[in-house]
């Protein structure tokens, strides 16, 4: 039986949502958008005069696609070329979700996420759902299929898992733009030593490049590695040049609450560095450029005012 235009709507308003639950579970906004789809054709296959709570039923079928998702893609990733990291967003996007708390923001920042990958499905969708959207146990439990002391267990647990990794302060985009442009500055100086000062002594640098584009798979370690690492990176060359398309324009953004640089060729977003910002300084540079994972990112980057870049010569 189609489903009435009042039946859509109600659908239609849960999905930002369920997209932002989706996101956080499984770290990539493609597969999000595709599980949120699903949701609506289980949905739309549903005795749906005969549900009670809507909110509670779609969490739980789209939870539950989600831990199926969760549990396929550990498969995958063995296989996955090179590093996987989850796919970035920038700043604005409704994917991103909640943001009005610290617990929110967090739980979507790029080393939450990174460090979410740790935990077994149920620990992460628990954790998701508690941390960022201020679920009940009693209603993670249903929606699990759990006990709710099951559920206090588990979101403790993932709690502790992941405390090490959470951001220390809020960055807004004139904070965020301050630390890229000291951090590019260091990085375009040909020395070192400026950015070994800006750098934790424990700093690491990786990046993703899904096999389709060079990328660190094995993560430079400690801050005088780092530091020579970032200043051939940040050195302009005719090969990289031609490897991306041409000379990127070069802005500071924020990606997943987190200061980053973001590399534009020809308004395509062609690599985003998120910067893990602490007390010591920073503590790790993430690089996404496998086009596979940007593409979202030059959507929102087309459809947005993101003003002169820093440099335009790397």
Known sequence: MPLTADAV???EASRPRLEAIAYRLLGSAGEAEDVVQETFLRWQAADVDH???LEAWLTKVLTNLCLNQLTSARARRETYVGQWLPEPLLAGDPMLGPADTAEQRESVSYAVLILMERLSPNER???VLREAFDYPHREIAEILDITEAASQ???HRAKRHVADGKARTRI???AARRIVEEFLAAATSGRTEPLVRLLTGDAIAIGDGGGK???RAKAFEGAVAVAKFLRGLFKPTEAKHALIGGAPEVHAWTVNGEPAV???????VVGIMCLEITAEGIAACRSQVNPDKLERATARWAAGDHGEPLFDAL
């Open 213 to 215: 584009v060079p990328a």
């Open 172 to 174: 807004d985009q004139a």
């Open 153 to 155: 267990q588990i979101f």
């Open 51 to 53: 549900i009670e709570v």
């Open 9 to 11: 709507d109600r659908f």
């Open 125 to 127: 969708a628990v954790y």
């Open 262 to 268: 973001v590399a534009v060729v020809d308004g395509r």
